[in-house]
């Protein structure tokens, strides 16, 4: 594996978890959000799924990448399969 390569799955990792991570406190932040206003609650949900929705197709498009970086984050996994 060359160096560029490697730095290309480590930023698509980082990128990957910031995905995450903000499409995740759109949804969470559902149950605050209700208490202001329905329609902006129902819209940041409406957010989240539209951007955890791109993550998936990102993955079904490309399954390599889904592979890559769930060994780079989970590396201790194929040892349990041994």
Known sequence: MSASSQYE????QFIFVIAVGISTLFILAFPILKKYSR????GS???????WGNI???FIDNPTLFVEL????????PA???
């Open 9 to 12: 799955i480590i930023a698509t």
């Open 39 to 42: 329609k902006f609650a129902w």
């Open 45 to 51: 949900v409406g957010v989240g799924v539209f951007l």
């Open 56 to 58: 998936l197709l990102i």
């Open 70 to 77: 769930y060994l780079r984050i989970f590396p201790f996994l």
């Open 80 to 82: 349990l399969y041994n």
